[in-house]
């Protein structure tokens, strides 16, 4: 468990790289006006359970901070390489060492950016990242099944999908199911 620890300790402040995205953690520094505005923009959100609250800059300092600390936890800004744009976040959480498996979430909160293929190469980075630097063996993700462009985008960038759970969460007042995806590396 120790060596996990300060593997975890090295690999936090990893940089994860492509062409057109930069995944890196952030920080309470990487806390703007724009990225509070996500927080509290119901379109946005509005297939996130972080649709429930209403954040303040000291709501994400917090939370950036409590994950920067956690050793089950990942969480990268992405941002767009040639400009530097904040754009989103990335979160690889809820690891689990024993199993070697761990969630997956997602939210791209530049809706100028949206359509543009971002979400897909950012989770292709996180997998990599997953798979690769932390040894996992599966990353599982779940999606309302009336979120599309998410689902698009995780079965682009090769999760699957492995199970339904039925009307599990409301949606504009009404039950929808929840779509249960997996993806596992590649030997």
Not at 107 to 129: M, N, P, Q, V
Request: with cysteine.
């Amino acid at each position: 468990m120790r060596a996990m620890q300060n593997l975890y300790k090295k690999i936090k402040m990893k940089t994860i790289a492509s062409t057109r995205l930069i995944l890196k953690p952030l920080s309470e520094y990487n806390i703007s006006e724009q990225y509070l505005a996500w927080m509290n923009n119901r379109d946005i959100l509005m297939f996130t359970e972080s649709r429930w609250k209403d954040y303040t800059k000291e709501d994400l300092v917090d939370f950036v901070k409590k994950i920067n600390a956690s050793d089950r936890d990942f969480l990268f800004g992405i941002f767009i390489a040639k400009s530097q744009k904040h754009i989103g976040n990335i979160k690889i959480g809820n690891i689990d060492n024993n199993h070697k498996f761990a969630d997956l979430g997602i939210i791209i909160g530049e809706k100028s950016e949206w359509g543009k293929g971002y979400a897909t190469e950012a989770i292709k980075l996180a997998l990599d990242f997953a798979f690769s630097a932390l040894g996992l063996y599966k990353v599982t993700a779940g999606v309302y099944s009336n979120n599309t462009g998410s689902l698009k985008a995780l079965k682009r960038a090769g999760f699957s999908e492995c199970g339904t759970y039925h009307n599990h969460c409301i949606f504009n007042n009404e039950r929808v199911d929840v779509i249960m995806l997996e993806i596992f590396k590649k030997d």
